[in-house]
């Protein structure tokens, strides 16, 4: 550890607590609703509604168990209700965001689905409207499409919407990093047909876990929340007709969550107070933070950072390791990493595109580079030819925990622009 380190360690994203918490955490427990039923549930479906402006919220274990039930859903929409849930997408392509992080899509698969990843646009980080048309073009029988935000920065989720309207295919907005951000004013969560919010403890609020699936929907509200708690009939015994799941919220992490929901625009403020030193701290640098994109308001979740190309040292990554040369002038996102490590702060490199990871590298990828001239392979000899590989390779995630004082902003800002030097 570097002799000027920091004394307490600075994170990336902790959770945040602010007391209110766990007076309903012990409101369940003095009336021994301790399980997957209660008052604090029905409050977290409310609240999750109304502040995503949809219609309906499900509480569930996590947004992972929220963007499977959406894929099954869609899927038994699509293609018909299958004897047993896996394989309601069997053998079908889905349109995937890359950059993300793959909970995404990973529901994709246990539904027997093949993720086909789209490219992410330079000007927004996230999935690129350009290529997703492309890959209409390609497979015009694709009737769904899974697209994330990345890092509470949307894209053009509402252009995206659009284009599945226009190709007749049902969208999943996976809003887990998103919440409380916004696209012309409509809140993220409400583009999708079915969106998935998270309260997973890095989150911009948190439970320790938990989730929400979010639709306009009465009908999908119910189905969810029936397959969540095992799929039981309405009958005085076990009655069961599909196969079921036990993904329902618990009441005690409800609370949790209920504690937290007021604070929601203040993490949001904190957030935005980060990124906006992060940026004034850089502005001689040669580097570009998260890009806002234009109509957009952000929740500004985690910032990040890219270097430009000039100002790259050599840098290479294999499934496991990264190595870096120093050079002066330069540097590139494993010194800058390792230095923040140094000093006890937590960086992280951005998320590594899906069509870049080994469980997934197999699969169709569309890459449009900004410029229309699509490709559906993104790996020529030498090398990845993509925005997502281009970002993965050049940026990385500063540290943007809530309780990071501003005087250790500042010196994480003197460490990253020391690695220029
Ligand atoms: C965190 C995250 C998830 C998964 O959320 P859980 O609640 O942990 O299941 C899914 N998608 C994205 C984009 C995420 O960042």
Redesign the pocket.
């Known amino acids: 550890m570097n002799t000027g380190a920091f004394k307490n360690k600075v994170w990336l994203a902790t959770p945040t607590m602010h007391g209110d918490e766990l007076r309903y955490v012990q409101q369940a427990y003095d009336t021994n609703w301790m399980s997957t039923v209660g008052e604090n549930i029905n409050e977290v479906e409310r609240i999750a509604a109304e502040q995503a402006e949809m219609k309906y919220a499900v509480g569930l274990s ?6 499977h039930l959406a894929v099954r859903h869609a899927g038994e929409t699509l293609y018909g209700k299958s004897a047993v849930s896996h394989g309601a997408l069997e053998g079908k392509r889905v349109f995937c965001s890359d950059m ?2 793959d ?2 899509l990973n529901p994709v698969v246990y539904e027997g689905g093949i993720p086909v990843f789209i490219d992410t646009e330079a000007a927004s980080w996230n999935m690129d409207p350009v290529a997703l048309e492309k890959a209409f073009e390609m497979y015009p029988d694709v009737k769904l499409v899974v697209s ?3 890092y509470g920065f949307p894209g053009r989720m509402d252009l995206i919407k659009k284009i599945c309207e226009k190709h007749g295919a049902l969208l999943i907005e ?1 809003a ?2 998103a919440m409380g951000a916004t696209i012309h004013g409509r809140k993220c969560g409400s583009f999708g047909d079915y969106s ?1 919010i ?3 403890g ?2 911009i609020i948190t439970g320790s ?3 929400c699936l979010l639709t306009n929907d009465l009908a999908v509200a119910n189905k969810v929340r029936k397959w969540s708690t095992q799929a039981r009939e309405n009958a005085p015994w076990y009655q069961h007709e599909e196969v079921g799941y036990n993904y329902r919220m618990s009441n005690v992490i409800a609370g949790i969550v209920r504690g937290q929901y007021p604070y929601l625009q203040e993490h949001i403020a904190q957030k935005k107070a980060i990124y906006e030193r992060y940026r004034e701290g850089f502005k001689d640098l040669p580097v570009q933070m998260n890009p806002i994109t234009d109509g957009t308001e952000p929740n500004y979740w985690l910032s990040a950072m890219i270097i430009d190309k000039e100002y790259m040292c050599k840098q290479v990554r294999d499934d496991s390791e990264a190595l870096y040369i120093p050079e002066k002038g330069k540097t590139c996102p494993t010194e800058i990493l390792e230095t923040l490590a140094s000093y006890n702060a937590e960086g992280r490199p951005i998320w590594k595109p899906m069509h870049m990871q080994p469980l997934y590298r197999a699969h169709e990828f569309v890459t449009c580079e900004g410029s229309g001239r699509c490709r559906t392979n993104a790996y020529i000899a030498g090398g990845y030819v993509d925005v997502g590989a281009d970002i993965f390779d050049r940026g990385l995630c500063l540290p943007s925990d809530n309780k990071m004082t501003v005087e250790e902003q500042s010196k994480v800002i003197e460490i990253v622009r020391s690695c220029f030097n």
């Open positions: 996590c947004c992972t168990a929220a963007l993300t992080f909970a995404t994330a935000e990345l996976d887990a990093e998935a998270s309260y997973n890095n989150k876990a938990g989730g």
